[in-house]
């Protein structure tokens, strides 16, 4: 036993701990997403901007709206603690996304596109590790196709010929990673 009077996990199966971190970070992610889609439409609205980008935003804020709504869902059903980082990531992801519109709406493609590649990795790394909760497993392996789909549309509206395309897409993957290792923990 653990030192918290805990069973260990068999083999192959993830641990509690590691199952409410996965949620806990998931939960975190999505609400991110949410709020960089907040950021992005805010300035959009405000500048009277409609295209075809700004529709795809508006779609793609109501998928991760719903995605939000299933971790709220689960993080209240398994009595996981949600990251104490929440303030921060509601004003960091605010502040992502409507910087990032004010540059135009290839940068807020970049930010996408930037975004999902690391959410899908993420996802991809966690869906071996669910074999032993195959709900949890088949809600993220469905919100990794829906990150693939969103970042594949965002490179379709021109993410790639934002001004800085590669600086700002590595900057925003490495403020990414770092948001999920603390997540995970704190």
């Not at 910087?99 to 790394?125: P, Q």
Request: net charge neutral.
């Amino acid at each position: 036993m653990s030192t918290r009077g805990k069973r260990p996990a068999p083999p192959g199966v993830p641990a509690t701990d590691d199952i409410e971190s996965m949620i806990r970070v998931d939960h975190a992610g999505e609400y991110g997403a949410v709020r960089i889609y907040e950021g992005q439409l805010a300035v959009f609205d405000s500048l009277n901007r409609t295209s075809k980008a700004a529709d795809a935003i508006r779609s793609m804020a109501q998928a991760e709206q719903r995605h939000l709504q299933t971790f709220d869902r689960l993080v209240n059903e398994r009595r996981v603690r949600p990251t104490v980082l929440e303030p921060v990531w509601r004003i960091a992801g605010f502040a992502l996304g409507a910087a990032t519109a004010l540059m135009g709406e290839k940068a807020a493609m970049a930010c996408t596109a930037a975004v999902e590649e690391v959410i899908d990795e993420h996802y991809a790394s966690q869906i071996p590790r669910l074999s032993g909760d195959k709900t949890l497993k088949k809600t993220v392996e469905d919100f990794r196709a829906d990150e693939i789909a969103h970042r594949d549309e965002a490179l379709a509206h021109g993410a790639e010929q934002a001004p800085g395309y590669r600086l700002l897409s590595d900057a925003i993957k490495a403020g990414c990673r770092i948001a999920i290792k603390l997540s995970e923990r704190i």
